[in-house]
């Protein structure tokens, strides 16, 4: 009886890979989370946090989470990236959040199979395969930049434009892309280099010639690009301001003005509503920013891929995570789209919304 | 022509804003011969200050008062709450320094202008907020004269920050509290022996100049401007410069020094390329400083053999 | 009540130290030769070399050399010669930059390092030189203003120079990349020895610092090292002495750009990339707290105030650490404040008890408390979990709690000392609620404040720094 017991127990035990109970791993979330742009980082490890309890929670998983905060400083993401390495139960970093941050850690987690899936590292050249373990869930800017360009030629049947370059590793990318593509197209753009200590644009506005249709700007900080609307409207100048994805911020509302994100307004998507609620409940927040949704979305990769690789039998496997996340297959994110990796860590199918905004303002799909 | 006259425009309210900044450090350098680094933070406080009073009273977009009142009360919480924070600031990083060197008190206002910024972090959590000034105050609103506009606001920060400014000289030059501060600007241990309070004096130099800080912090935000923890270190460097610009202790000379910087900062990015303006404007004060040491209005400073 | 020491001079302002000084442990510490005090840092970062492969600490201690030279600079400018140069960090930028565009595909060009580190090292002389000439007609606070202005100038000259049209041309010119920094350049590689391990950047900062303590120690022995004092205390005198000042200031400055610049390139060799934002004012405010916490113009205070500016918040990333530190600053603050031991354990069982009183206090009006498991991080939570009571909605109790705290210590200011004693366990509660509740969860953030805190109360008790002299200002 108690032979026949036994058997059967060790049958159940072979037949039921590692439960998920046991499924650990530290995912590392390097963000900045002091500093100027302290705002960016708390939004991402928020959502980042909010992630990783969602997906225990649905699988029985003990994955936990350890903050690096790098002021958006690529020194210090260098210094602290031997740290994230030698923590043995570190499985992936959702993170770094500046491009050039990830040009410093990129290589050594790469050699070390750890995966880096950054929600906001979006230039291009990242995914140019120099590091093999660099995902995003959101596309990059060779995607924005002319995309936007083309949008504005083609469907607003733009004549003149001028771009407002916040000089940052984000802003100059993204203006160059833009500019690239407009000088493409044959249409004059008129780029006013701004630094991103800069509060003030009174004066660049007064710049702006009268005959201008649009001003692209590529603010992260959407509050300056409400300045900018504003200051249009009070020097009573034509031009209506199109922001690029940073815009999408809830201060950023003057009517008529256009944003790009890449993706549907999150806030208003079923799918992200209790992620939303989470996020705040849990931090306090009123309000949310662009960066926030894909940290979520990075940490659920990462998460999700270890929950496959203990499922497998290889708990806390830095190269089996790897490799689960190169396979994910979202049917459909907080973003409102599914996610599927290409072979350099781009999202595939990545594409650009545009919206515009309305009187009480809110944002109306309109491509 | 009226390109020059709304980039000047622009620059002077730029400048407006600059010159409250600089009197705060003029008047602190006047008494104590420091330079005040928390001064920026302070700048800071005071635009939040004034944004939770105006959330307060319901706005931006539910006013409970009338929008004058509600503009009244965000200065006066504003400043009243700034310059007891300059008090406070100089009962603990400067009076127990008064004796050493000039560099220790830099030092430990370093380490306040890091706890107000961190601690403005913790409290009021990172995110950016803004005054939306446009939800009560059209950008229509205004005036032009030929082709130069001035809106509402920009007007209205415009005379106020010459109305604050017209104030400070009269306290300055008419009351005894100013006339004590002036004397120990010029030589304090003669003020003492004359009976001066210097302790009281300082304080309300504190006081006074961080209440302009408060004031400058809410203009920021009527401008349009983001409100955030780190906001204060940019332009307490330049209420700083402008401070040294138009002679560091003298009260015309940080008014003055504020109001140029702001005009060469707007001609800069209004005439010459934008990449290059910053540049171009510190090389330009480079050279100025080099042909007046002593910046506009500054005294040359005396020293004793 | 004023605060005027009329008569004062530095002799008497040294009283106390002087009488510290008679102390048997400074006296024991006086007899120990200077090269063992010294020897004993550089053994153990010797040693630590040898026997040590752990990335991370091998990283720290590269960041720690790299302050420590710049320390060493800004001691020389600052502390020996008195200059207060508010752009010193530019000379670090420059050294890098200029590494970076003679390494790097930017401008295409690969430099064998031998050449390159002192072609830029001497460049960077050449800079110093060239911005001590405008220092000849300023003095004190317009000095260090316009000093300000040249590191200002250079970080925004870099910034700008990725976009510089010419009128002639179509395109624009790109040298410095901008905001976007230039990534890949090419590490140390010394005939053939290639730097591609941290540790050989290691050995080489370590040695570096080496030599360059013992030379700075030799030349402020020197006819320039006791010229630059004299012009520090009192530069009418010394011109009046036949010390030449613009000279000795220049000398000053071309050193401190020198050791920047030097520096710069190693910065950039081994973190194989350079962004200009690393370069500006942030940085030169934590060189200059570590210069003036050691005490200015003393080497020794130099490097201790670079280890304590690089260690410290490095180890305050880790929360078990920052508690301990909080809890043991808390304990030795009150311990000094009692004066008499019984008088602190009487504050231990106050707060105790008011801790009590909370936790009925928040249970009989029905507040909230909160999870176990999410606030008993690390072994003060273990500690503490009966005693303190932490609410559930913790950023509202801790925004609370701070701005109550702040409140406390303003009024503990300016009370009568019977209302400070009363004061003080409330204090003290409110101080360690206020860290549970939310101080712990916010890591980052708390390690900022910590460090803020650190520098107000240091510079209070010691205005001159760890190893600095007191000095009085003549004015």
Known sequence: MASSALALTGLVAIATPAKAADCTGTIAIMAP???GVAFIGKEQSGFAQVAIADVNAKNGSKIDFKEYDTQLDAAQAATQAPNVVANKGVIGVVGPAGSQEVLAVGGLFGANDIAVVSPSATRTNLTAGTYPSFFRPIPNDGLQGPGNARY????????????????????TGLAKEFLAEMKKLGVKATNFAVNEKNADYAAVVTRISKTAD???????????????????????????????????????????TYVSGFAPDVSGLQVAASAVAAYKAKTGATSITTFGPPAYVAAQVIAEAAVRACAAGKIGDRATVLAEIKKTKIKKTILGGSLEFTATGDVKGGRFYIFQTQMDGSRKSIG | MDYLGQQLINGLTLGGVYALIALGYTLVYGVLQILNFAHGDVYMIGAFLGF???????????????????????FLIAMMGTGLLGIVIERFAYRPLRNSTRIAPLISALGISILLQNGALLIFSPSIRTYDTSSYIPSTLGF??????????RLGVLVLSAVLMILLTKWVNGTQVGRAMRAIAYDKDAAVMMGIDVDRVIRWTFFVGAALAGAAGVMNGLLMRGVSSGMGLIPGLKGFTAAVIGG??????????????GVIESLAQGYLSTNFADTITFILLITFMLFRPNGILGRPMMVKV | MSNLRIGTDEWVAQHEERLASQSPLNKLFARIPLWAKWGSFFVIAFVFGAFSDNQYLLRVGVNLALFLMLSYGLNIVVGYAGILDLGYVAFYGFGAYGYALLSSEQLGQHWPTYITVPFITILTAILGYLISLPSRRLFGDYLAIVTLFFGQVFVQLVLASDNITFPWADDYV??????????????????????????????????SVLILTIAIHRVS?????????????????????????????????VAGATIAGFAGTIFAGMQTSVFINGFDLPLMIMIYAAVILGGSGSLAGALIGATIMTILPELLRVPNYGAILFFVALTLTFFVISKKFNRFLIYVALIILIGFAFQLAMKAIGVTQANAEDWMVGLTGDLLKNWLFVPENRILWGNFAFILLLTLIAFFSIAKPIWKQVLLPFIGFTAIFLWEVRLIADVSTTRQLIIGAMLVVLMILRPQGLFGQTRVEIL
């Open chain 1, 33 to 35: 989370l002091t500093g």
């Open chain 3, 174 to 207: 790109d040298i410095t990349a901008g905001s976007n920094g230039i990534p890949g350049l090419d590490t140390f590689n010394f005939f053939g020895f290639i730097f591609d391990d941290i540790k050989d950047y290691y050995w080489l900062l370590m040695v």
């Open chain 2, 144 to 153: 032009s004269i030929g082709e130069i506009t001035i809106d509402s606001v």
């Open chain 2, 248 to 261: 560091i202790g003298s009260v015309p000379g940080a008014m003055l020094g504020g109001l140029l910087l």
């Open chain 3, 221 to 253: 022995a020197t006819r320039i090292g006791r010229a630059w004092r004299t012009v520090r205390e009192d530069a009418l005198v010394s011109e009046v002495m036949g010390v030449s000042v613009n000279r000795v200031k220049t000398i000053a400055f």
């Open chain 1, 152 to 171: 504005m030629v083609q469907k607003l049947k733009a004549k003149e434009v001028a771009v407002i370059e916040e000089k940052t590793a984000y802003g």
């Open chain 2, 52 to 74: 939770f009073a105006m959330t307060w009273l319901g706005g931006p977009l539910a006013p409970t008062v009338p929008i004058a009142l509600m503009l009244l009360v965000m």
């Open chain 1, 214 to 256: 649009f001003v692209f700007v590529t603010f992260q900080d959407a509050a300056k690009s409400q300045q900018v609307a504003q200051e249009l409207i009070k020097q009573k100048k034509k031009a209506v301001v199109f922001g690029s994805d940073g815009s999408d911020q809830p201060t950023f509302k003057t009517p008529g």
